[in-house]
């Protein structure tokens, strides 16, 4: 800890367990009435370990609140024709409400033909250009999990965010531009600066950031002579590194160096357990939105 401050985790995890809750109580509520549960599928192409992890996580999270889940695990040899198949089978099956299209998927299949071909109504991801362009003007649509999950942490810790500077690191579609987008509209009201791989000065203009979100998917890029005392920061990576002191023999670190940086920050999203949790609920979310909206009440 630093000299004369405390710094506080948005303790991603517990808010999860807490909103997952709130959901599960709300399903119970409607199945024990009669009404069919939630439906959220996902579907899988390959093999890549991040993405089985992630995919199994979303299950064990759907399970959990009550909902029907189903996973379509495809070979990584599928053609873009097979999968856009099932995209369309999914798009047309009544009972489910979404589904997610698990990234990124193998370099034969376009992923933005893929993408475009995702009803925007079961789009949970929020990644079709009907929701992005929504989400943009301000209308109701599927936003994306993790910057609706930063959204959401920052909203029920009730951080100040209006007339602050907010710096994004990272102008991915997924998470960089849109939480830009979400943190400068009304409500959050953020001055949002976005940076990327060509941005000049970072270092200064993060070290302008009252709220700083890193979402640039290198293993501690963030030290702690980037960071102004007293910021509040968002860290959105997720890697894997070698340790032999963990039993499964590696641990999990962010885009952030946490060691140093924590020291500094007023506020800090931990890794694990920080932003990754509320990702997962942002989708169960999403997909209840879905099927309200499916099932007419
Ligand atoms: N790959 C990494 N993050 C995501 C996500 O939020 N959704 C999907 N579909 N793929 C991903």
């Known amino acids: 800890m630093g000299d004369n401050h405390e710094t506080k985790l948005l303790d991603g995890k517990a808010m999860a367990l807490q909103i997952k809750d709130e959901i599960a109580n709300e399903v119970r509520a409607m199945?024990?009435?009669?009404?069919?549960?939630?439906?959220?599928?996902?579907?899988?192409?390959?093999?890549?370990?991040a993405s089985m992890t992630y995919v199994a996580s979303k299950e064990k999270s759907s399970h959990e609140v009550g909902f029907t889940s189903s996973v379509?695990?495809?070979?990584?040899?599928?053609?873009?024709?097979?999968?856009?198949?099932?995209?369309?089978?999914?798009?047309?099956?009544?009972?489910?409400?979404?589904?997610?299209?698990?990234?990124?998927?193998?370099?034969?299949?376009?992923?933005?033909k893929v993408i475009n071909a995702i009803a925007p109504d079961k789009d949970v991801d929020g990644f079709t250009p009907v929701n992005v362009g929504r989400m943009v003007l301000g209308e109701e649509c599927f936003v994306p999990a993790t910057p609706m999950g930063i959204c959401t942490l920052l909203?029920?810790?009730?951080?100040?965010?209006?007339?602050?500077?907010?710096?994004?690191?990272?102008?991915?579609n997924i998470v960089g531009t849109p939480v830009a987008n979400l943190l400068s509209r009304k409500g959050f009201d953020c001055t949002v600066t976005m940076c990327h791989s060509r941005t000049q000065n970072l270092k200064e203009l993060c070290l302008q950031a009252d709220i700083l979100v890193v979402a640039i998917g290198k293993p501690e890029f963030v030290t702690a002579d980037m960071v102004k005392p007293g910021a509040v920061v968002v860290d959105v990576g997720i890697h894997r590194v070698p340790d032999a002191t963990k039993k499964?023999?590696?641990?999990?670190?962010?885009?952030?160096?946490?060691?140093?940086?924590?020291?500094?920050c007023s506020w800090?999203?931990?890794?694990?357990?920080?932003?990754?949790?509320?990702?997962?609920?942002?989708?169960?979310?999403?997909?209840?939105?879905a099927y309200h909206r499916h099932t007419g009440r």
């Open 72 to 112: 379509y695990r495809m070979s990584e040899q599928t053609t873009e024709r097979q999968l856009l198949e099932t995209i369309d089978f999914l798009n047309n099956d009544p009972d489910i409400d979404g589904f997610i299209v698990q990234l990124p998927l193998p370099k034969h299949i376009d992923e933005q």
């Open 268 to 289: 800090v999203t931990p890794v694990p357990g920080g932003v990754g949790p509320l990702t997962i609920v942002s989708l169960l979310q999403n997909t209840l939105a």
């Open 155 to 172: 909203k029920r810790y009730g951080i100040e965010t209006a007339g602050k500077h907010c710096v994004v690191l990272g102008r991915s």
């Open 31 to 49: 199945t024990s009435a009669g009404r069919r549960a939630p439906h959220l599928a996902a579907v899988i192409v390959g093999e890549d370990g």
């Open 248 to 264: 499964t023999g590696y641990r999990i670190i962010g885009d952030v160096k946490h060691d140093e940086v924590d020291q500094k």
